[in-house]
């Protein structure tokens, strides 16, 4: 699994760090760390906090979260 978190569209709400502490850390107060590659004992963990981050900021390459980034119809 390889993770992402898009740092700009982040806020902070550290649902990730506390649904998946060994992945995410927060540091401070603003500043999100994480392991861009888990372990895969960790990939529940992972699924559950991309699927609890309020602004989903949180994308996987893998799991049942992904989102797609490709257009979903006319606008």
Do not use: K
């Not at 372990?39 to 529940?44: L, M, R």
């Not at 989903?56 to 989102?67: C, K, L, M, S, W």
């Amino acid at each position: 699994m390889r993770l992402v978190v898009d740092l700009n569209r982040c806020q902070g709400y550290a649902q990730c760090a506390f649904l998946a502490p060994n992945v995410f850390t927060l540091h401070g107060e603003e500043a999100l760390l994480y392991d861009a590659a888990p372990a895969e004992s960790e990939h529940a963990r992972v699924w559950q906090a991309t699927a609890a981050c309020p602004v989903r900021a949180i994308v996987t390459d893998e799991g049942p979260f992904i989102e797609s980034t490709a257009p979903t119809g006319p606008r």
